[in-house]
Each structure stands twice: as structure tokens, then as C-alpha cells.
């Protein structure tokens, strides 16, 4: 039911930044909680960030933390991801998803978008 487009992946050197955005579909967007995580090749999908239905609490991965920032502006129906600090590791395909409940559990999601590859070159 819900539709999710993540767009902002690239290519970017180590210690620089991108900003990730994920759009989602329907009317409803503030019902969700929304979540970040990154799979890269041969590795299991980890948790990266998730924000709370107003955006007032927001939790993070340790290896991202004080690094990268999860926002979302429920008028716009979209969630934010900014990326600082970028480090060779960080490279993998980032996914946005919702939630009915607040979680850093991937099998707590409903919904995922296709993902946006993030390449971070050292």
C-alpha cells in the first residue's frame, strides 16, 4: 500500500557527505515510524537509523552515531538521511522502510523502498 522512493545515493570520497531523502505515497506518511538501513555485497542488512512518528526521538547503529543524522518532514510525506564524516565502509545499497512500532529490527518492517547505492572511495 505504501510506496517508497529513496533517491540521493552516490558517489562520494571519504569524509565527505551526502544527504539521502526517501518519498513516500499516501496520506498516512505520519502513521509511520521510518527507518534507514544498508545491506552491502555479501553481508547481512543492518539497522542504520530510525525516527519516531513526530520526529522526536530518533535512534542509531553505534557505527553511525554522531555521523549521520535521520530527520523527516511529515508535510512533505518524505524522511532524511544525512550522511557526514562518509567512511570507505559505509558503502552499501541504503533502504528506507516504515514501521508500526519503534524498532531497529528489519523484520519489524513493513514496507521497503528499492535503495539508493552510497559509494564512499577512500
Known amino acids: 500500500q505504501v510506496q517508497l522512493a529513496e533517491s540521493g545515493g552516490g558517489l562520494q570520497q571519504a569524509g565527505g557527505s551526502l544527504r539521502l531523502s526517501c518519498a513516500a505515497s499516501?496520506?498516512?506518511?505520519?502513521?509511520?515510524?521510518m527507518g534507514w538501513f544498508r545491506q552491502a555485497p555479501g553481508k547481512e542488512r543492518e539497522f542504520v537509523a530510525a525516527?519516531?512518528?513526530?520526529?522526536?526521538?530518533?535512534s542509531y547503529a553505534d557505527s553511525v552515531k554522531g555521523r549521520f543524522t535521520i530527520s523527516r518532514d511529515n508535510a512533505k510525506n518524505t524522511v532524511y538521511l544525512q550522511m557526514n564524516s562518509l567512511k570507505p565502509e559505509d558503502t552499501a545499497v541504503y533502504y528506507c522502510?516504515?514501521?508500526?512500532?519503534?524498532?531497529?529490527?528489519?523484520?519489524?518492517?513493513?514496507?521497503w523502498g528499492q535503495g539508493t547505492q552510497v559509494t564512499v572511495s577512500s
Open positions: 522502510a516504515t514501521s508500526s512500532k519503534y524498532s531497529q529490527r528489519g523484520q519489524d518492517y513493513n514496507y
Open positions: 499516501g496520506r498516512t506518511f505520519s502513521s509511520y515510524v
Open positions: 525516527v519516531n512518528w513526530r520526529g522526536s526521538s530518533t
